[in-house]
């Protein structure tokens, strides 16, 4: 029986250990090139394995993301970055975490949006806080319908935000909602407040002011059964950051109408307004779609109309 040489063992490790370091600490193009090389494959079979996963990427493309050249940023070159992490055996988002840290070190991110790090952060901090209050990551409730308004002050700050939820209970004793407030960069967690403002009075409030993360129990005056449909509404009064530029909504699980509308002080109204959306806090934002400002009203807003697990949001700017 041929056994492997000492030198193709020392190669195998060198290369192991490259792929790690690069999984690490990145960039995205070295991560790519060293996970294509541990693999011994050719970009004509990685291209070959991306065809059998519905996506399609020409040779060239691939050439270029590994040499750094190029970055993928459409949809579909998204969708080729998670496959290719299952072809190439990697962690699940080792590569779209790669690329928004790239981002983020390029100043590609918009100014006052928030980083992956930060998003990350308060995850951890708010998975804690969750687990104090002894709340199922879905409330064990579906979400019918969500629909929110936010206010931008006078001074473009992200005053208030109106939730108005529509939710049906799958499993029986289910008597509160937990409300989750996650305030700008800078904000003060302690100067918030939580209004309950239809079907529902605050419970409990924890707050962590590094992340700037408010969680709140609603509780309800009944206790569901499984199948039965609740409407509930509550506020948050914020305006203790600067200058917002953009709200995000995150959802960890499907869902049914979604409908955001923002709303500006009469004096301040953004120059343009766009909608984004990520697959998860790790990935580039993509999806992106201006949307009308209406001078009558000073407000935009988006619909969707079935919930899929990620992030949606309206962003604006200021000038």
């Known amino acids: 029986m041929r056994q492997g040489t000492p030198h193709a063992d020392v190669v195998a490790q060198d290369t192991g ?92 991110q918009r100014p006052g949006a928030r980083s992956y790090r930060s998003l990350v952060e308060a995850s951890g901090v708010l998975e804690q806080l969750l687990t104090e209050l002894e709340a199922p990551p879905d409330g064990d409730l579906h979400t019918l319908g969500l629909h929110e308004r936010i206010r931008i002050g006078t001074r473009r700050e992200l005053l208030a935000r109106e939730s108005h939820h529509i939710v049906r209970a799958h499993r029986d004793g289910t008597d509160r909602f937990v409300a989750v407030h996650h305030g700008d960069p800078g904000c003060a967690p302690d100067r918030m407040s939580v209004h309950a403002l239809e079907n529902c009075r605050t419970g409990r409030v924890r707050r962590h002011h590094d992340t700037g993360v408010l969680v709140t129990e609603l509780l309800f005056d009944t206790r569901l059964h499984t199948g039965d449909t609740f409407l509930f509404r509550y506020g948050v009064e914020d305006g203790t950051a600067g200058v917002s530029r953009e709200y995000v909504r995150g959802f960890g699980v499907p869902g049914g109408q979604y409908a955001l509308q923002v709303r500006f002080d009469d004096g301040s109204l953004p120059v343009r307004c766009h909608r984004f959306a990520q697959h998860s806090a790790a990935a580039p934002r993509n999806g992106r779609q201006d949307l009308p400002i209406s001078a009558r009203h000073r407000s935009v807003h988006l619909v969707e109309p079935r919930l899929r697990p990620g992030i949606l949001g309206i962003g604006w700017d200021w000038e």
Not at 47 to 70: D, E, M, N, P
Not at 74 to 84: D, G, H, T
């Open 17 to 108: 250990a490259e792929l790690d370091t690069a999984l690490r600490s990145g960039p995205f193009h070295v991560a790519l090139r060293a996970a294509i090389t541990a693999r011994g494959l050719s970009l004509q079979r990685v291209q070959h394995h991306l065809s059998r996963y519905g996506v399609k990427v020409g040779v060239t493309s691939l050439s270029y993301w590994q040499q750094g050249a190029r970055r993928p940023q459409r949809p579909e070159s998204l969708r080729a970055v998670r496959a290719l992490e299952e072809i190439l055996e990697l962690p699940d988002e080792s590569l779209i975490r790669l690329l928004a840290q790239d981002d983020e070190r390029s100043g590609a």
